[in-house]
């Protein structure tokens, strides 16, 4: 087995409650709470769970894009979070978020060439006669057209301001791309293409991905591990095979019974959780999924399961697994 890419250790993030005229903090909202999760090279990471349950918070704490509360992250075994300021800036290029909206974050009155371009040149990685090269090239390898390049973002559909976000994080060579919901606003037809462009230039550039959905069938298709999070926790990890064959998560079990789309692999048994996710900031006594869960016993209230390996690449946190 080789060594993480990215190495997760039972990592926090919590986020105060402020509250009244003094703005006391009178609470915490857990968005992640005690994760481990080890990703290696060349392979995709997926995320799932439900709205609310910490994924993006868990991906830009992973690459350090927001300070942790407690825990470690390792990105080839150098803790990135006791790195100094400028070693963080040297490694920043070979860290890499593309989220669902890139459109939000390209200004509308730049050209698509030059916002590509400009974090080449910020970060010392081509000279100025170097850079238009190297655009062209990532256009190219994106999907997109030369002449794409002194358009302006507005100029452009859904699917391809996509392909110019995934273009921005491409140039910088990275190793490591968060990629959070990064199809979720597509149609289906442009989702797989975007996804046929994610698997190539894992081809090609032997890119790792921590994949952030919270669709089951696009997570199915790409992703060789995954992981399921519920309320800041995470109920399971296991090879795509196992988890879409037989989840034994029953919170796994419950979103995978829930999928409209046919798994042909899967065994399925409709569980229908009841009730919303509860709040972050004041989770469930032991087991956080006890309030919903159809198996629930009497020690799921009062113990919280520990997240243990049960064979395999199997991680189940449940205590009638
Ligand atoms: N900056 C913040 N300040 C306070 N609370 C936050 C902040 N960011 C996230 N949260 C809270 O943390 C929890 C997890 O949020 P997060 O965005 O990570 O969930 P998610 O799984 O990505 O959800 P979605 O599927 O809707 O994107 C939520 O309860 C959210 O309200
Ligand atoms: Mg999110």
New binding site residues.
Partial sequence: MSEPLLDIRRLKKY?PIKSGLLNRTVGQ?K?VDDISITIRPGETFGLV??????????GRTAIRLTDKTEGEVAFKGVDLYALPPQELRKLRPKLQLIFQDPYSSLNPRVRVGDAIGEALLEHGLASKDEVRDRVLDVLSLCGLSSYHIDRFPHEFSGGQRQRIGIARALVLNPELIVAD?PVSALDVSIQAQIINLFRRLQETNGLTYLF?S?DLSVVEHLCSRVGV?YL?SMAETASRDDLFREPLHPYTKALLSAVPIPIPKLKRERIVLKGDIPN?ANPPSGCKFHTRCPFAVARCAEERPEFRHVGGERYVACHLV
């Fill in positions: 986020f909202v968005a769970g439900e709205s609310g349950s910490g994924k993006s918070t868990v919901e952030i919270h999070m800041g972050p």
